[in-house]
């Protein structure tokens, strides 16, 4: 499974790229907004930090606009993924975009269908967002399943991007349910790593070593 990490604070993407973990980088308006910076700069200082695909989103309604948008962004650097919302209008420009050569991020997925669409559509990834479908009481995870199934029924190519993860347990279940990649928020990307059992059992190790008065270096 390949990790994005869902952000465009830049301080916290060379934190985690450092790690050599980072597989790519989604970003959104709410994302873009929260940093008070400028899109565009951003979106280029991300880009020179991670090498995989970056999501930039456009903030048009229609198609026509949305390409526009997407042809700009696809410019500021070769590992830009045009984000475009799961509307006809947003499918029409993903079509576009993807026979330029331009990776496309389908976002804002909340049926298998619209996956269908999107697939069809020429997409590279298509992100359903499960913590949003979880907030109204509906299983994010079982979106995920059935988008996997119709891809394999018919391989499409088009990258099952698990987005809107809120907790390490849908890291879990998106793994294991077959999502390609799981787009996911600093912190709940730290926690992964964390056992209280790992931190316990390395606390006697060390302090069984410290015994034997011995040093590798
Ligand atoms: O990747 C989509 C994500 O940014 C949305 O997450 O937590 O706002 O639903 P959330």
Known sequence: MKFFVDTADIA??????????????TTNPSLVAKTGRNFIEVIEEICSVVAGPVSAEVTALDSVAMIEEGRKLAKIAKNIAVKVPLTWDGLRAC????GEGTMVNVTLCFS??????AAKAGASFISPFIGRLDDINLDGMELIHDIRTIYDNYDFPTEILAASIRS????KEAALVGADVATVPPGVLRGLANHPLTDKGLELFLADWKKTGQKIL
């Open 168 to 171: 390490a347990n849908h890291v």
């Open 95 to 98: 079509k576009a975009l993807a």
């Open 12 to 25: 916290e993407i060379r934190d985690l790229a450092a790690t050599g973990l980072v597989d790519g980088v």
């Open 112 to 117: 298998a269908n619209q996956a269908l669409l």
